[in-house]
């Protein structure tokens, strides 16, 4: 079979590309980049003359947020913050912040990067933790939109793609921190363990 | 007052919810979608959840298709009646994505 990613440094994933778990790739790297320039273009049009904070979270979002940092022109930073999972919760057994932002927000227009929404859940909670802040404005720019699991409804001002209903990894996207590292988005086998 | 789930994908849900801080109550209404000569209601449908900051119920359908088909007629009744209640179903595969995703120990596989 021939190497289905001859330029890129997939080349030297493929390892991890063949993996049995990984179905059927979905959004291929060249259409990921494609898309996040156009992307950034636009949020660098939108935001023109305006303080532009991205706040992305971890760990999903990072490689979206590399790409998409490099395609805005203007003036922006970047921060971070992590939140706990539901999956090895501890015994508090709400959702809590694991990393705050390092900077005050008040003020500024916040574009909340994400890689994927699907349930909301995760979303609905940081959106309530960062209209505390008080910034000027709140929004949503995510990678990839799996509307048909949505249980929390959020306006979304930027989409990458609308994905099925599928577990998707790579391009930041794990399962059970595997995949991260893929440069594609592609679909989980539904019998991957 | 510890709630009597009917199945343990629902006990999993709401702890997911509680997780995520989504205030919740268990099936809390039910909606008459037919009656009988003398007024009473003889078919009912009850959503297992409701999340009031949402105003939206949801339905966990963790059955066998041919008991989806009967749930999905009681929907679009109930959407025909009540066009102004929200609701939204999970399916099977739904919930076993959740299960998938958040590690929920229960997978929807059995009946109810």
């Known amino acids: ?193 | 007052m510890a709630i009597s789930f009917a199945h343990p994908s629902e006990a999993e849900f709401a702890s997911l919810l509680d997780f995520y801080q989504i205030r919740w109550s268990y099936e809390p209404r039910s909606f008459p979608l037919q009656h009988d000569d003398a007024g009473r209601a003889v078919e009912q449908f009850t959503p297992d959840f409701y999340l009031p900051d949402l105003d939206l119920y949801i339905e966990l359908t963790t059955l066998r298709q041919s008991l989806v088909t009967k749930k999905n007629r009681k929907l679009r009744r109930l959407r025909e009646l009540f066009p102004d209640v929200n609701i939204k179903l999970l399916y099977r595969r739904d919930f076993n994505n959740l299960a998938r995703k958040y590690g929920l120990r229960t997978a929807a596989t059995s009946d109810v």
């Open chain 1, 1 to 193: 079979m021939s190497d289905p990613f001859p330029n890129s440094q997939a080349s030297s994933l493929a390892g991890v590309a063949a993996d049995p778990a990984i179905g059927k790739v979905l959004i291929a790297e060249a259409d990921l980049a494609a898309r996040i320039r156009e992307l950034g273009q636009q949020i660098s049009v939108d935001y023109g003359g305006r303080t532009l904070v991205l706040v992305g979270i971890l760990r999903g979002s990072v490689p979206f947020m590399a790409d998409l940092l490099r395609a805005i022109s203007i003036p922006v930073s970047v921060d971070f913050l992590a939140i706990s999972s539901y999956v090895g919760r501890d015994s508090s057994g709400v959702v809590r912040l694991l990393k705050d932002l390092d900077h005050p927000i008040a003020g500024a227009d916040v574009l909340l990067v994400e890689d994927i929404i699907d349930t909301g859940l995760t979303l609905s909670y940081v959106l309530r933790v960062l209209r505390t802040r008080e910034p000027a404005s709140l929004s949503v720019c995510t990678l990839l939109n799996k509307p048909r699991s949505r249980l929390i409804d959020q306006p979304l001002r930027y989409v990458g793609f609308d994905v099925p209903d599928d577990f998707v990894v790579g391009y930041g996207l794990d399962f059970n921190q595997r995949f991260r590292n893929l440069p594609f988005i592609a679909a989980l086998r539904p019998d991957a363990a």
